[in-house]
Every structure is written in C-alpha cells, then in structure tokens.
T-cell receptor, first 117, second 117 residues
C-alpha cells in the first residue's frame, strides 16, 4: 500500500512571496504519478500540477513548480509570487499506473495555506 | 473540458433514512469512478471504486451493505447511504477518469455535504 505524508498542517506566506509545501511518499511501485491538488473553501478539488515518475524533469505550471526527488520519495510544491487566491488546502496525492483504467488517488493529510496581504 | 456533475450538493436527512448521491460524467464516458469521503479539516479517504457493469470494490473498513454503489451506465454512478446515522455526516466526493487513455486526468465532482440529524 502507498502512503503519502504532508508534515506541515498549516503554513502562511506573505502575498508576492514564495512558499514551499512538503510531501513525502512511500511505495514499492516504479511507475506512478504524483499530483498536487488545491481545495479552496468551495471544496472543489482543483488539479495544480502533475508529475510522472519516469520523467526526471520537474513539472512546472506558471507560478507552480515541483521538486521531485524520486530516490528520496519527495515531491514538494513551490508557489512563487503568492496570491490571495492561493489560500486553500493543498493535498499531495499518489496514483500508481495501471493501464488505461487508471487507479485511485491516495491523498496526504493536507496543508492549509494562508496567503496574507 | 470534461465535467463531473455531482448531485445533490448538500442534503439533510433524518437518522434511519437513506440518501442517494449521483455522480455523472457529462461529456465523457467513465468506466471507473471513485467515491471519497472527507471529514472536516481532514483529507479525502477512498471509500470504493465503482466499475461500470460490475460490483464496486470497497476499501477496508467500508461497509458495502451500508454504502451501496451502482454504476449502471458509462456516465452515472450512484452512492446510497442506507439507514443513515449522524456519524455518516460528511462530505462525499466522486471522481472519474477521462476517456483519453492512460494520461487522462481525474475529474472531480463538486461534492455532497451530507448532514444526518
């Protein structure tokens, strides 16, 4: 079974600054996907960024980037130029690759991020 | 983009009654849907995997006779909470994998807040 650990229950950052959210995971799989999801107060799950384990290059999406360290099983999220709208719960998630049917996500416990004006 | 519609968005019911939650993929076919449960300030926990045309696969500790899942078509999965109790009060979220093969993203519904009185 896979486990995902987010060691920071809460974090805060000043608007326009940079913040890094930590995530570690444990798996015996060699082929898998990692995700960061954002859950604002509306409770809608929003995909922030995705990383495929076989890709060495770290994924980036505008202000969001990851530091994927496969050997260390670490997958941190960096948010640059933080905006007030980034305030939300952030979940790190793991999904093992199983053909075209896909598989379920295993979520970390979440990090509540507050961006302060 | 692909949309997953979940209905109702919130429901209040009395103890002992049953409640049905629907999860629809609006513009794509989903052979597999996932049902999650989220308690306040906690992470999403997978309850079951819903497979079109076959029995759902339940996670350990989830009572299949209490949480009935039906996936009768490629666009609809339903979760019925039977004989609801106050401890069943929670936020239930479904997700479905797109139909674009192995790289298809997971799409989430907006969730259903269930309150059992």
């Amino acid at each position: 079974a896979q486990t995902v650990t987010q060691s920071q229950p809460e974090m805060s950052v000043q608007e326009a600054e940079t913040v890094t959210l930590s995530c570690t995971y444990d798996t015996s799989e060699s082929n898998y996907y990692l995700f960061w999801y954002k859950q604002p107060p509306s409770r809608q799950m929003i995909l922030v960024i995705r990383q495929e384990a076989y890709k060495q290059q770290n994924a980036t999406e505008n202000r969001f980037s990851v530091n994927f360290q496969k050997a260390a099983k670490s997958f941190s999220l960096k948010i640059s130029d933080s905006q007030l709208g980034d305030t939300a719960m952030y979940f790190c998630a793991f999904m093992k690759h199983v053909g075209n049917a896909g598989n379920m996500l295993t979520f970390g416990g979440g990090t509540r991020l507050m961006v302060k004006p | 983009g692909a949309v997953v519609s979940q209905h109702p968005s919130w429901v209040i019911c009395k103890s002992g009654t049953s409640v049905k939650i629907e999860c629809r993929s609006l513009d794509f076919q989903a052979t597999t849907m996932f049902w999650y449960r989220q308690f306040p300030k906690q992470s999403l926990m997978l309850m079951a995997t819903s497979n079109e045309g076959s029995k759902a696969t339940y996670e350990q500790g989830v009572e299949k006779d209490k949480f009935l899942i039906n996936h009768a078509s490629l666009t609809l999965s339903t979760l019925t909470v039977t004989s609801a109790h106050p401890e069943d009060s929670s936020f239930y979220i479904c997700s479905a994998k797109g139909s674009q093969g192995k790289n298809s993203p997971l799409h989430f519904g907006n969730g259903t807040r269930l309150t059992v009185t």
